[in-house]
């Protein structure tokens, strides 16, 4: 195959987990970007499992781009865990 007609697939994988615990966190979404704004989705990722990892479909990986990712969207049970009490 022709160096110009080959195509790469590629996967996104994302492990989520709680900071400074490093406990897996279940429910997260990301989406991946072709730019650093963040305005071009390529692929969306999640929800995580309960050991808090998620795996993109395969996409066609543009050569010579960096691809940005961005959590999205994050279950209420996440959003629940990071309430802190303030006193």
């Keep these: 195959i022709p160096e110009e007609n080959k195509t790469d ?3 996104v ?15 997260a979404y990301f989406t991946v970007y072709k730019d650093k ?3 071009q989705p390529v692929v969306e990722v999640g929800p995580t499992n309960i ?3 998620a795996l993109s ?3 066609v990986k543009e050569q010579d781009i ?5 959590e999205v969207h994050i279950s209420k049970f996440i959003r629940q865990k990071r309430m802190h009490r303030i006193k």
């Design 9 to 11: 697939l590629v996967q």
């Design 51 to 53: 050991s808090g990892n």
């Design 57 to 59: 479909p395969k996409f």
């Design 66 to 70: 960096p691809y940005w990712i961005k």
């Design 37 to 39: 704004d963040c305005t």
């Design 13 to 27: 994988k994302v492990k989520k987990v709680e900071s400074g615990t490093e406990k897996p966190l279940a429910g």
